[in-house]
């Protein structure tokens, strides 16, 4: 690589810094001589220490700092550590560890990264993201703060969530760091804790919302396709009220998705596919209840609506299969407040009124499980415990092997433990959850917990967008992302094994998504045409390896 930094600039330039390991010709060249001490070192040394030094914090919350400021001071470095060891750092770097770094976000804050994008800078969008410091940007991950996990609304704190899914993106499809871009629109918050905190980073108002906020998105997405028109743009951690509207606006103006609706849905129904093999009841023969029927649930019931239909149902025998509950009971046709993401999902008002019920009035989750008796139960509902003794008994009463998703994050949130779920159905359940879970016993041996992260889908949809240079990003992309995942399943060898391949395997695990997703662009004619033959090599040239390359001097 041609270089034209020096001295303490390249040193504290992340993407070029190599510490110790600059050689003795690289550290005369670049005037680095009694900046670094004497011994020379290699990248297998540096990860080495990093790692004892990572080990030796007692907190998750001080090993996600360690390994953030690591990626603010040598990325390579970061990412090989991360890389070799993704089993281990997968829950620092992202879910469950995140939530916590967004909410202490402001304590900590120091090296700059990304772009943070502020109601009151609203006309100066295109002159910052304008300098040539950007020129290269081939991916965004982009949040407004305001839904983060099951944590709510973070403000300016919510930029752990764009930094953590890019690193997700480099460590696990090998996305060239240089080229993502994470970035915060921050309209404010409604955060009381937040406003009051004098530390808080952030723009210090109540949250802009209505037809303000749309102008400041619109503001943004058009600056964005003025400035790079081919982009992959990832929408994240947007609330209720705007993550579906704004995907369906414009998802036909750029290269976009949201992965709390689409990501979420692809590596759920992928993990669902996986797990009816494990009973032998197919999918068309399941009956589905749904919690939390927000943009991220009814985002899986459009999905496995999807897949159902292409197993041979009609579209108005799929949705009786559904059974979505939200914060006032089951969603039933005529019910006042139903939002136009949530109507598929209402069921018909004249198969219900006879049921027999808990109390008057709403339909609660334990009286759908009395009366549906559904097969499948998926939570993303970010209430903790939500999945009680109770409902999980009745559900088993009615099921031999009962399929069960508390997918909610971070832990604290999730509707149910997996080892609880395992006890109240004598060990017949089969689960996956959306934060990491140690293996439970059952009957004596341990068995292995799926996580259900969207880790396994969203790296592999960016890299096979990317590599065939697709214009949109369609539904028929993610449900080919499903199908390829349920496709790596241990569990279709093995009953007991786990549905999902182990997390140290994600980057064998994004290559073959990448290749379903090309495929499938290729088909719906997203993309230039291309053979077969050339997929492979498409999808290489767009991987990062980090390994240190020799420096030599511009000019």
């Not at 100066?124 to 703060?145: E, F, L, Q, T």
């Not at 934060?435 to 068995?447: A, D, L, N, T």
């Not at 495929?519 to 999808?539: Q, S, T, V, Y």
């Amino acid at each position: 690589m041609d270089i034209d930094l020096e001295g303490i600039a390249l040193l504290t330039d992340p993407l070029l810094n190599k510490g110790s390991a600059f050689t003795e010709e690289e550290r005369t060249s670049f005037h680095l001589h009694g900046l670094l001490p004497p011994h020379v070192g290699t990248l297998d040394e540096q990860s080495d220490r990093r790692l004892k030094a990572l080990r030796k914090f007692e907190t998750n919350l001080e090993r996600y700092l360690f390994l953030r400021g690591l990626q603010d001071s040598n990325e390579t470095l970061f990412y090989a550590l991360l890389t070799r060891h993704l089993a281990e750092l997968l829950p620092l770097v992202y879910t469950p560890t995140v939530g916590e770094g967004c909410q202490e976000f402001s304590h900590y804050s120091a090296y700059p990264r990304g772009l943070f994008l502020s109601w009151q800078h609203r006309d100066c969008i295109k002159d910052i993201i304008a300098h040539p410091r950007y020129d290269r940007v081939g991916v965004i991950v982009v949040s407004d703060g305001e839904r983060i996990l099951g944590l709510g609304d973070q403000g300016a704190g919510g930029m752990g969530i764009p930094i953590g899914k890019l690193a997700l993106y480099t460590a696990c499809a090998g996305i060239d760091p240089a080229t993502t871009l994470p970035i915060l629109l921050d309209v404010g918050t409604d955060n009381q804790e937040r406003l009051s905190d004098p530390l808080y980073v952030g723009w210090r108002q109540k949250r802009v919302r209505g037809a303000d906020y749309d102008a400041f998105v619109e503001s943004f997405v058009a600056a964005i396709v003025g400035r790079w028109p081919h982009v992959l743009l990832q929408w994240e951690d947007f609330a209720r009220g705007n993550a579906g509207r704004l995907l369906t606006r414009y998802r036909d103006r750029l290269t976009t998705f949201n992965d709390d609706i689409q990501g979420t849905a692809a590596v759920a129904a992928g993990t669902l596919l996986a797990a009816v093999k494990v009973t032998g009841v197919p999918l068309n023969q399941q009956r589905i209840a749904i919690v939390g029927a927000g943009s991220a649930g009814c985002g899986i019931g459009a999905l496995l609506l999807r897949v159902m239909i292409e197993a041979g149902l009609s579209e108005n025998e799929a949705r009786g299969r559904f059974y979505a509950v939200d914060r006032d009971g089951l969603l039933v046709e005529g019910m006042a407040g139903i939002l136009d993401f949530q109507a598929p999902f209402a069921q018909d008002a004249q198969r219900v009124p006879a049921w027999p019920r808990e109390q008057q009035g709403r339909i609660g989750l334990l009286d759908v499980v009395k009366n549906a008796k559904p097969t499948v139960l998926i939570g993303v509902s970010a209430q903790g415990g939500m999945f009680s003794e109770a409902i999980i008994r009745a559900m088993a009463a009615g099921v031999e092997r009962p399929i069960i998703f508390p997918l909610s994050n971070p832990t604290s949130c999730a509707e149910a433990a997996p080892q609880d779920l395992m006890n109240w159905t004598e060990g017949r359940a089969v689960i996956g959850t959306g934060s990491p879970f140690p293996p439970v016993m059952c009957g004596g041996k341990q068995v292995a917990i799926a996580q259900t992260n969207n880790a396994y889908v969203f790296p592999g949809m960016g890299l096979g967008v990317l590599a065939v240079k697709s214009s949109r990003v369609s539904d028929g992309m993610f449900a080919a992302a499903a199908k390829a995942l349920a496709g790596l399943s241990p569990a279709l060898s093995d009953s007991g094994a786990s549905l999902l391949p182990p997390v140290s395997e994600l980057r064998s695990v994004a290559m073959t998504i990448a290749v379903a997703v090309a495929m499938k662009a290729r088909e719906e004619g997203l993309c230039a045409p291309f053979e077969d033959a050339a997929l492979p090599a498409l999808i290489a040239a767009k991987m990062w390896e980090p390994v240190y390359r020799p420096y030599r001097r511009k000019g």
